[in-house]
């Protein structure tokens, strides 16, 4: 229960921050006025059994960043790889979870620029990895969750990485050193050294809880 309460209490403050700071009015009024129509619906509240009343007929603004309209993003995207990885299970392709860390210690003062690095060089290697497989043949199928946690007690707070689903209709012998070397270099030309502490590539098998994770 105290999880629980906890849980709640940071989310109404995460909202009340978004309402006053959100970069966007679309952002700061969602869930706070009446959808914008020419005739406007009554604003009403809805209880399912197991589930929290809410009220409906209020304006949204879909952004993944907002903290109410990210939980339909992250479902669309949990039911994405789970589709994606049950079908490559059942033809026999190869599904692999990538994961790909940026050390704490680059971009302390300039979290945009963490965020920018992180995003671009993942972007290059996933295109020379297509580029790589095209030539031979191989089709690829991928799916991308950046993922944030933050130490408030350390120096270098944020820690940022990124899950990747890689799906290929055969195997391929040396991926794993491929996408090191090519991620090191792509990183190295940024002015980041990152180390194979921080860089994972594990076979999935099945789909019971990896797709929560990667999202």
């Known amino acids: 229960v105290s999880v629980t309460n906890d849980y709640k209490k940071l989310t ?6 978004q309402e006053r700071y959100a970069p966007t009015k679309s952002m700061r009024w969602c869930n706070r006025v009446p ?51 049950g079908k490559a299970l059942a033809n026999k392709y190869e599904a692999k979870m990538l994961t790909l860390t940026i050390p704490r210690v680059f971009g302390n003062e300039d979290w945009e620029m963490k965020f920018s690095v992180v995003n671009g060089v993942y972007r290059q290697l996933n295109d020379r990895l297509r580029t790589k497989l095209k030539r031979k043949g191989i089709k690829l199928y991928t799916i991308k969750g950046l993922d944030v946690t933050i130490d408030k007690t350390r120096r ?5 990485h990124i899950h990747s689903l890689l799906i290929t ?26 180390h194979k502490k921080g860089f994972d590539i594990t076979d999935i098998n099945s789909d019971k809880e990896i797709t929560d994770y990667i999202v």
Request: charge should be positive; charged fraction near 35%.
């Open 156 to 160: 270098d707070p944020i820690h940022l």
């Open 12 to 17: 109404y403050e995460m909202i009340r921050f």
């Open 169 to 194: 209709d055969l195997n391929i012998d040396g991926l794993k050193d491929w996408i090191f070397k090519t991620y090191k270099r792509l990183m190295k030309k940024r002015g980041v050294k990152v």
């Open 35 to 85: 959808l914008q129509l020419e005739k406007r619906p009554e604003v009403t509240i809805a209880k399912v059994k197991g589930k929290s009343a809410k009220f409906c007929n209020l304006m949204t603004c879909g952004n993944p960043w907002c903290v109410s309209c990210n939980k339909s993003f992250r479902q669309d995207r949990r039911d994405k790889a789970k589709i994606g990885i």
